[in-house]
């Protein structure tokens, strides 16, 4: 253990401003002293000690310092710090505990062999690390593992979960059904286990019996060589592969003689009391009832997701339907709904592009709710079908299978969202017909999340244009908008704001009427070339001054602007990037200056009934949703409140179960650090540096497609 007293305090920086060779934001130190308001003391890997206010730190103690100090990335400090339920069981870790680790690009299930604590250098001041020797298992593999595989370290950041019932817990709870099967006397051993814990909560395990669970007959697919998984009462699932099934000697029902994927002490090698039933190596083999045998469920083509996952439904009271529509959470139930694993909208082929879209419009925003309730017409069933299987399903279960997203997808019929994988695509052909088909044609395949949104309001659903923009005396209509712009008219860093004022002001264009929803595609061709390489959602849209003929604020002394200049737009001393309109007084002093002289200011046009002297409300958009690509991968953040943390990230493929024949695993993440870091002055953007970004942040910034804003004014739940 750590020489020092546990008593002795550490920190790790919440706020700071990134300056070279100094400390930043996740950074650690110890507190040498204090004072009321401030903290001073060394902070590792820099040198001397800083003095900084307690509302800038986060005071940890020496198993938190010495768990964060091995996690080399100061945002991934942070990022596990806000996973404070995941960072508590970390903190609580044991020999024999169950965890999934990140390995790369995928996640693994191991059993920690032993606690490990590490001397980094002198410029720690002699705090020891604190790291885990983990022993990971192989959870794909369709045979049992009989290669040794050697345990690897792990810091808390490489775990990304952990099993709430400890494998000791589970293996006393399988002891009652080894001695039921005349086992010699168990151990208690949880070397070798491979355990997944499907919603078990500390506390709460049912008592366990030789006979766990109610009865049920025997799977009708189980034969010698199923692979099997036979649960352990308290949610614990042991894995193996069934070597026997027969009716022991004093027995009176079917038994199965199961090889286990690994070593359990207490186990056999194949014998049962006196008699051998099969050959295996030592501690592999177990005798259950065969009623008790299940198949492997991480082989099956789609997960039981019906059957493990609970039915909650806040918004309904006892006498409602079911099927009633269920309006956007409330922020108090989003995230005990909806966080998590196997959470959200699963995905299925190439299916992010919707899977992504949907969420992100349907979560926790009504600005396209009207769209479900619009009169039925000849495509109403797919209204019915979105609205009851996919939106409601969402926003009362917190989770819509893939087969509720394939339904909806083939009844827009094949000829408007054809498929890529060819056998889908034959699939849906063959069972086609009248009564499911579309009758609006596009000819092909919407893989664009904007394409998807225009095909399924304008062509399906025949839903009203969510834009009027006027453009030369006329007014066009659209569902989304691209920004067009030259790279040189915005800084290299640029916020929505500044890229939709520029696009506006380039091409000519105002808006008609007030959007009630706002989907902005950022400057960007094809999946792969953008334009810039980072762009700052803004989470107010003030479009005040975009919408023909409304009031207008000179840009300088705040009365009725009369011109507009969009030469000023770049003007490096009149806040480039912002619209610049003036009344006659200061056009005038402004175009006086040698240097914009060659200006072209041209008139603002106003109703006749306006007033000089009315006061301009500022008209605000919200953001509420950000959809971004990365290697042909969509994905999303959705803002699901008012707090300024309240943000989540959904992928609907974040994981998969089962190889090619298996299913893919959605997954909800908490990301409050999208908040804070939104919500920080515009001035602290220009000094942007990706190496100190927190890593949802920087796919935030970097791979942001399409933009979401509504008007709250205009929602159908005001």
């Known amino acids: 253990m750590d020489s020092r007293s546990e008593e002795e305090k550490y920190f790790i920086v919440m706020k700071a401003k990134p300056k070279p060779g100094s400390f ?113 298992m192989d959870p794909e593999k369709k045979q049992p593992c009989k290669k040794e595989v050697s345990p690897i370290l792990c810091s808390a950041g490489d775990i990304v979960d952990v099993v709430i019932d400890s494998p000791r817990n589970a293996l006393l709870c399988l002891k009652n059904q080894l001695e039921a099967s005349n086992v010699k006397d168990y151990s208690g051993s949880d070397s070798g286990l491979k355990l997944q814990v ?59 003689g199961v090889e286990l994927d690994y070593e359990m002490k207490g186990c056999s090698d194949g014998r049962f009391g006196a008699q051998r039933y099969f050959t295996c190596n030592g501690n592999k083999a177990m005798f259950v009832i065969l009623k008790n045998c299940f198949p492997d469920s991480r082989f099956l083509p789609l997960p039981p997701y019906k059957e493990t996952l609970p039915r909650y439904e806040p918004h309904l009271g006892g006498g409602k339907e079911a099927d009633e529509d269920i309006p956007p959470l409330r922020e108090s139930e989003v995230l005990s709904l909806l966080e998590g694993r196997m959470r959200g909208i699963q995905g299925h082929f190439n299916s992010c592009y919707l899977d992504a879209s949907l969420f992100s419009v349907f979560t926790s925003s009504m600005a396209l709710d009207s769209v479900l309730h619009c009169p039925a017409g000849t495509e109403g069933h797919i209204q019915n079908i979105l609205r009851k299987d996919i939106v409601n399903q969402l926003r ?56 998807f949104i225009s095909t399924l309001l304008h062509q399906v659903l025949s839903v009203d244009p969510l834009l009027k923009i006027r453009s030369n005396g006329k007014t066009q209509d659209s569902y989304t908008f691209q920004i067009i712009l030259e790279k040189e008219q915005v800084a290299s860093t640029p916020t929505v704001q500044q890229l939709l004022e520029t696009s506006f002001l380039a091409c000519d264009l105002k808006f008609q009427e007030i959007p009630s929803c706002l989907i902005i595609q950022m400057p960007r061709f094809g999946k792969k070339y953008k334009m810039f390489p980072q762009i700052i959602p803004s989470t107010e849209l003030d479009i ?91 994905v999303s953040f959705v803002k699901y409140g008012s707090g300024r943390d309240s943000w989540l990230f959904f992928d609907s493929m974040a994981d998969r179960c089962g190889g090619e024949n298996g299913y893919n695993i959605p997954e909800i993440r908490a990301c409050p650090q999208v908040g804070d870091f939104l919500s920080q002055p515009e001035e602290d953007w220009a000094k942007l540096d990706l190496c100190y970004l927190d890593e949802f942040v920087k796919r935030l910034l970097c791979d942001s497609y399409m933009c979401f804003y509504q008007c709250p004014a205009l929602s159908l739940y005001r």
């Open 24 to 136: 930043s934001k996740g950074s650690i130190g110890r507190i040498e002293s204090e004072s009321q308001d401030e903290v001073q003391g060394p902070v590792f890997d820099t040198k001397g000690t800083q003095k900084l206010k307690k509302e800038n730190v986060r005071l940890l103690s020496a198993l938190e310092a010495q768990l964060l100090l091995r996690v080399s990335a100061p945002g991934k400090r942070l990022q596990l710090l806000q996973r404070a339920e995941l960072f508590r069981a970390i903190c609580g870790l044991a020999e024999g505990d169950v965890v999934v680790v990140q390995q790369k690009k995928e996640q693994r299930t191991g059993v920690v062999k032993a606690v490990v604590e590490l001397v980094k250098h002198e410029a720690s001041g002699e705090l020891r690390m604190r790291v885990f020797e983990v022993k990971l």
């Open 396 to 451: 009362r279960q917190g989770f819509v299978p893939a087969e509720n997203v394939m339904n909806f997808r083939k009844l827009l019929g094949c000829s408007s969202f054809l498929c890529e994988e060819k056998e889908f695509c034959k699939s849906l052909h063959s069972a086609q017909d009248e009564t499911l088909g579309c009758a609006h044609c596009c000819h092909h395949f919407p893989s664009d999340p904007e394409e």
């Open 544 to 634: 005040t001054d975009l919408i023909h003929n409304n009031p207008r604020e000179c840009f300088l002394c705040g009365k009725l602007a009369e011109l507009e200049c969009y030469d000023c737009l770049r003007d490096p001393k009149l806040m480039p990037g912002r619209i610049k309109q003036f009344c006659n007084l200061c056009e005038k002093q402004v175009h006086a200056h040698r240097l914009r002289q060659d200006h072209r200011p041209r008139g603002i046009c106003y109703p006749a009934c306006l007033r000089e002297g009315d006061p301009v409300p500022r008209l605000k958009l919200e953001l509420f949703a950000v959809l971004c690509i990365e290697t042909s991968h969509y």
């Open 198 to 256: 499907r919603g078990v909560q500390a506390g709460r395990s049912p008592p366990i019996t030789s006979d766990p669970g109610p009865a049920l007959t025997p799977h009708p697919s189980l034969e010698v060589g199923s692979m099997v998984e036979i649960p352990a009462g308290n949610g614990a699932m042991v894995y193996g592969v069934v070597r026997w099934i027969g009716t022991p000697e004093g027995k009176n029902q079917p038994w199965a």
